[in-house]
């Protein structure tokens, strides 16, 4: 395989890992306890695993993987226009989808007062907005500390990227560079996927965990 389209493989696998992300949610909490614990994410990445392998080989090819990813964005499209059909006829309303609109902005609204609304009293009062901005602040000062202390350079930051620390794509899991992923390769990935995104360390991945991760890398693409 000539080192372009392992490149091209890498770069599916390393996107393939990130998706892993989406494995925080209900399918993979299978007794419904509101958490998911490390058994429960490796169940939910194996079946990921054996759901890609559409040859029954024991490996994940380049051509598997975008396949999966394809389907996995029709799902999600599917999902989207079912919430949006209200009455459920198959097609949409300008109406519905106003009113999906609506439903969102106000879902965001609610996490947002969740967020601010440290004393629980229904309302953002300005001392709340003044602790956000210094918990913002102190958070930005913890970083450019850190940056400075490995070495204050952008190459220092892309190192500590592709270490798998802060600012990494996700783990590569073609370990053996043969262009395949094999199931112990994608297993072990799937492992070091939980602990990265276990912000506390405690074994199990909580709402907003996964989220958090991906909330750094900014918005989804599609």
């Known amino acids: 395989?000539?080192?372009?389209?392992?490149?091209?493989?890498?770069?599916?696998?390393?996107?393939?890992?990130?998706?892993?992300?989406?494995?925080?949610?209900?399918?993979?909490?299978?007794?419904?306890?509101?958490?998911?614990?490390?058994?429960?994410?490796?169940?939910?990445?194996?079946?990921k695993f054996s759901q890609a392998d559409t040859d029954f080989d024991g490996n994940l090819s380049k051509d598997e993987m975008q396949a999966l990813k394809k389907l996995k964005r029709a799902e999600r499209e599917a999902m989207k226009f079912a919430h949006q059909d209200l009455n459920g006829d198959g097609s949409l309303t300008q109406a519905e989808i106003e009113a999906a609109r609506s439903a969102k902005d106000a879902q965001m609204q609610a996490r947002r007062l969740e967020r601010l609304d440290t004393n629980q009293n229904g309302t953002v009062e300005d001392s709340e907005r003044e602790a956000m901005k210094a918990e913002r602040k102190a958070k930005h000062e913890?970083?450019?500390?850190?940056?400075?202390?490995?070495?204050?350079?952008?190459?220092?930051?892309?190192?500590?990227?592709?270490?798998?620390?802060?600012?990494?794509?996700?783990?590569?899991?073609?370990?053996?560079?043969?262009?395949?992923?094999?199931?112990a390769e994608y297993n072990a990935a799937s492992n070091a996927l939980f602990i990265r995104m276990d912000a506390n360390g405690d074994g199990v991945l909580t709402k907003g965990e996964g989220k958090k991760r991906r909330g750094r890398k900014g918005k989804r693409k599609h």
């Open 1 to 47: 395989m000539s080192n372009l389209k392992k490149a091209g493989v890498v770069f599916a696998v390393s996107a393939f890992a990130l998706s892993g992300l989406a494995l925080a949610g209900p399918k993979a909490d299978t007794n419904g306890d509101g958490q998911i614990t490390q058994t429960e994410f490796q169940a939910a990445a194996d079946a």
């Open 142 to 183: 913890a970083r450019k500390a850190e940056r400075q202390a490995n070495g204050g350079s952008a190459e220092a930051g892309e190192r500590k990227g592709k270490s798998g620390k802060r600012g990494a794509r996700g783990p590569q899991k073609d370990t053996n560079g043969d262009g395949l992923i094999s199931r």
